[in-house]
């Protein structure tokens, strides 16, 4: 007799975090890398102002991304005895890393737009310029992709911050290939007003990227809807009578949850922690991989703090 044939099932194992992290930031720095090269070589050919102050963007790009890639290495590694909740800060560290750099370019960009307002730059074999900025703007879509997925599916601060990042440096792309555009035309003012442009968005990035780092490094609450859940969550059980001196905060991709479970005070500590574990389950259903710590406290008044 024949044994069924059992049906062909193919099996793919995700990316884990510390394999899609790795891939964002190789494939940030190498994108960085090329356009560096591409950039060089138009700006020395064609002399564009514009196209120098996009060099020294990608130049800002890729610093960052190696800012990226140590931050991300540093604060994948598990706790230590010197560090006990781990090494996530070193992302919020690296997001404002991140916020000055793109500070500092956009104050590089007013400088040259002010100077294409004073001075006229003519401009040699623009279409090679053109040529570079069309790939630049390519590649640049290409790495916001993978970077986006991988934003989705690790909610990285670091690579959010990159990614912020080259989206300011896709809006100057496409400005500097415009004012190339525009310059054939004989508009040369377009130049130093695109760049002027771009240069108010890139402080408006910076500002968001420092602010949420700032606020992670400064052990900020968990957003009101995530406090509510875990509120309604502990509270969805009956023996439960009521909550307290609960505390939040995120360090990187880890989320930390501290609460006090208010239980009947002749209930036995084994029933109380099978109540507590049910809790921290739930709670871990919403919140994967968070460090949740639940304190069991019978329900007297004299005992709260």
């Known amino acids: 007799t024949e044994l069924p ?45 514009s196209l120098l102050a996009s060099l020294v963007d990608s130049v800002m790009d890729s610093i960052a991304s190696l800012i990226n890639l140590f931050a991300i290495r540093y604060s994948l590694q598990p706790p230590d005895e010197q560090h006990r909740f781990g090494h996530g800060k070193a992302e919020p560290l690296a997001g404002l890393a991140q916020a000055a750099f793109i500070a500092g370019s956009a104050i590089f960009l007013v400088f040259h737009a002010i100077d294409r307002l004073r001075y006229d730059h003519p401009l040699e074999q623009v279409g090679i310029g053109i040529g570079v900025m069309v790939l630049a703007i390519v590649m640049t879509v290409g790495l916001l992709a993978i970077q986006r997925y991988v934003i989705k599916k690790t909610d990285s601060t670091a690579i959010r911050a990159d990614s912020l990042h080259y989206l300011t440096d896709l809006l100057t792309n496409l400005s500097v290939l415009l004012a190339l555009y525009l310059s054939t035309l004989g508009w040369t003012w377009a130049d130093p007003v695109f760049a002027i442009a771009v240069a108010i968005y890139i402080f408006y990035s910076a500002f968001h990227i420092g602010h949420d780092a700032f606020q992670q490094l400064m052990d900020r609450e968990l957003p009101e809807e995530i406090l509510q859940q875990i509120q309604a969550t502990a509270m969805s059980h009956p023996e439960v009578t009521g909550t307290h001196e609960m505390r939040t905060r995120q360090a990187g ?18 029933q109380a922690h099978a109540i507590a574990d049910q809790v921290e389950a739930e709670i871990l259903e919403f919140l994967p991989g968070a460090e949740v710590l639940i304190h069991q406290d019978p329900t007297d008044d004299s005992i709260k703090n």
């Open 253 to 270: 991709h880890t989320r930390f949850v501290q609460l006090h479970l208010e239980l009947q005070e002749d209930m036995p500590l084994k």
């Open 5 to 49: 044939l059992e049906p062909m099932t193919t099996s793919r194992k995700p990316l884990d975090r510390a394999g899609l992290l790795k891939l964002a930031r190789v494939a940030s720095v190498l994108t960085a890398g090329f356009m560096i090269v591409a950039k060089l070589v138009a700006w020395s050919i064609t002399g564009s102002v």
